[in-house]
């Protein structure tokens, strides 16, 4: 089974720029998460979907971070304007059932830096 | 606001030793627990996971929850090199809308020394 594919692996941009981080989830997926991992901290849930719906994005920071899954199965994450603070690992998850209490499988990130 | 609290350390143990990782968390609802292994620059990975009070062990791995204190470990028997890394822990729950989603802790960074 091939797992979470991301890209790109690594990016370097200048503040004030934009950028765009895509995600195609394990197969037959139907939850898709994206974490941002801040340098010595914890993975932190950004935004959830089920399907191509929003299930919560409570913590996206929605001026100026958007995330689409159009078709149910891969998902860009956006980032416009970028600050010095957006400097981070993303990272895709996805899960097989929806509302089950199952560990999931992670992409391998996209490092993010901002100068 | 869900909180899953890990000592940071490093924690350094002798190859062949025991390590003992702890873990706490904030949120009664929480169901399922995980531990995710994270070498330095790589993506977390999924090693164990405990849903019921008591221990569960799988090859050199043990974890522990005990949900009326809140508590859950990770014990590493046997600990090696290859071992060295950071460990996050991880709570499962349900979200207002009754997604599940899992809530980590900053982690533990583990140094097994030859």
């Known amino acids: 089974e091939a797992g979470v594919a991301q890209s790109p692996r690594y990016k370097i941009i200048e503040k004030r720029q934009s950028v765009a981080f895509w995600c195609n989830p394990i197969?037959?997926?139907?939850?898709l998460y994206w974490y941002q991992q801040i340098l010595g901290q914890g993975p932190k849930l950004l935004i959830q979907?089920?399907?191509?719906?929003?299930?919560?994005d409570s913590q996206l920071p929605k001026d100026r971070f958007s995330a689409e899954r159009l078709k149910g199965v891969d998902s860009t994450l956006k980032i416009q304007p970028a600050k010095l603070e957006d400097s981070a690992v993303y990272l895709c998850?996805?899960?097989?059932?929806?509302?089950?209490?199952?560990?999931?499988?992670f992409g391998s990130g996209t490092r993010l830096t901002v100068v | 606001q869900k909180e899953v609290e890990q000592n940071s350390g490093p924690l350094s143990v002798p190859e062949g030793a025991i390590a003992s990782l702890n873990c706490t968390y904030s949120?009664?609802?929480?169901?399922?627990f995980f531990w995710y292994r994270q070498y330095s620059g790589k993506s977390p990975e999924l090693i164990m996971s405990?849903?019921?009070?008591g221990d569960k062990e799988d090859g050199r791995f043990t974890a522990q929850l005990n949900k009326a204190s809140q508590y859950v470990s990770l014990l590493i028997r046997d600990s090696q090199p290859s071992d060295s890394a950071t460990y996050l822990c991880?709570?499962?729950?349900?979200?207002?809308?009754?997604?599940?989603?899992?809530?980590f802790g900053k982690g533990t960074k583990l140094s097994v020394i030859p």
């Open positions: 197969s037959g997926h139907a939850t």
């Open positions: 998850a996805s899960s097989l059932i929806f509302g089950g209490s199952y560990g999931y499988t």
């Open positions: 979907f089920q399907n191509n719906g929003v299930v919560d």
């Open positions: 991880a709570g499962g729950s349900r979200s207002g809308a009754g997604s599940y989603q899992l809530t």
């Open positions: 405990i849903y019921s009070n």
């Open positions: 949120d009664r609802g929480s169901q399922s």
